[in-house]
């Protein structure tokens, strides 16, 4: 398996552009995350699904940012409009029913000028 | 609520030298712990767990975590400490509330110098 798919590894964009970062989960997993890593926060968890469905988006930070699961193996985060401060590191992970463990992506590195 | 405190930002050590990354937890009831690392520029990859049963967990690259419920502690710990183990180390705890989720500590920076 070729584990989790983040897309792109690497983003710059100017403030107030549309951000979109995309994630393939491991084949079979029914659980998807989406986590920020800053110097200054640490790993914030932002929204996560199962089968599909967002379970709990109390991360999320404001209206700007939303995520979508449209199937199995593909989740989107967008950022609209981008600001300076939502530049991070973006991490998606998953995980499978029954068990604890989450698989990580490579992260996508999103700087906002 | 449920927590991990990692009390080090970071920890240095002399290859060949024993290492401790320290961990401790704050939850209700039995908890369920984790190790992840995290090396330059990647996600964090899972080490090891703790759900029950022996107290030492062995996991991933010679790593193994000392689970110690009077301390309410976690510490991770490998005998011999190779350069490559230098990364940023995670502590997490299964949040018992929504047990979907992982609450991660701030992580550890260990250095491993030749």
């Known amino acids: 398996d070729a584990g989790v798919i983040q897309s792109p590894r690497h983003e710059v964009t100017e403030m107030g552009q549309e951000v979109t970062l995309r994630c393939k989960p491991i084949?079979?997993?029914?659980?998807l995350f989406w986590y920020r890593q800053t110097m200054m926060r640490g790993l914030e968890l932002l929204i996560y699904?199962?089968?599909?469905?967002?379970?709990?988006d109390s991360g999320m930070p404001e209206d700007r940012f939303s995520a979508k699961m449209p199937n199995a193996s593909f989740s989107t985060l967008k950022i609209q409009p981008s600001e300076p401060r939502d530049s991070a590191v973006y991490f998606c992970?998953?995980?499978?029913?029954?068990?604890?463990?989450?698989?990580f992506g490579p992260g996508t590195r999103l700087t906002v000028l | 609520a449920q927590s991990v405190a990692q009390p080090e930002d970071q920890v240095n050590v002399a290859e060949g030298n024993p290492l401790t990354v320290k961990c401790t937890y704050s939850?209700?009831?039995?908890?369920?712990l984790f190790w992840y690392v995290q090396y330059p520029n990647r996600g964090l990859q899972f080490l090891l767990k703790?759900?029950?049963?022996?107290?030492l967990v062995k996991g991933s690259y010679g790593f193994e975590a000392e689970f110690n419920k009077s301390q309410t502690s976690f510490h991770l710990k490998k005998p011999s400490a190779l350069v490559s183990d230098s990364a940023l180390y995670f502590c997490?705890?299964?949040?018992?509330?929504?047990?979907?989720?992982?609450?991660f500590g701030t992580g550890t920076r260990l250095q491993v110098f030749p």
């Open positions: 992970a998953s995980s499978s029913q029954g068990t604890d463990t989450q698989y």
């Open positions: 699904f199962n089968n599909n469905v967002p379970i709990d």
């Open positions: 997490a705890v299964r949040d018992r509330r929504n047990t979907d989720k992982l609450i």
């Open positions: 084949s079979g997993h029914d659980y």
């Open positions: 939850v209700s009831g039995n908890p369920y």
């Open positions: 703790y759900i029950t049963g022996d107290n």
